[in-house]
């Protein structure tokens, strides 16, 4: 006889038991299976969660730009009317007091 048998024979080893371990294997591997789809199903709600948050947060910076390209193009537009030549000189002229030099005032000088 082998060992298991004689251990079985013995009493040692009794039928149960053997049983009662197989079990006990069974019940931790299902125990860990369901640990395993449960974290699964728990992980995918919260990257879905992540996601959605993510998602709202790109259209908000979306519409955050397209506002200050606008806004960018009417503060070009209000730069260019407010550098245009002829607006420059009534305002030197209006509200400064400013008048164009005689030719024999201008000097000019030379950088070379």
Known sequence: MNAAARL?????????WVV???LARFDMSLFVL?????ISALSLVY???????LNA??????AEHDQLHIQR???????????MQARVQDVAEGR???????GKAVVI???K
């Open 73 to 83: 193009g009417q503060l070009l537009l209000e730069k260019s009317t407010l550098t």
């Open 57 to 62: 947060s790109l259209e908000q910076s979306y």
């Open 34 to 38: 369901i640990a395993a789809v449960l």
């Open 8 to 16: 079985l024979n013995q009493g040692v080893l009794s039928r149960g």
């Open 96 to 102: 400064l007091n400013m008048v164009v030099p005689e």
């Open 20 to 22: 009662s371990v197989l």
């Open 109 to 111: 000088v030379d950088s």
């Open 47 to 53: 990257m879905t969660n992540l996601t959605r948050s």
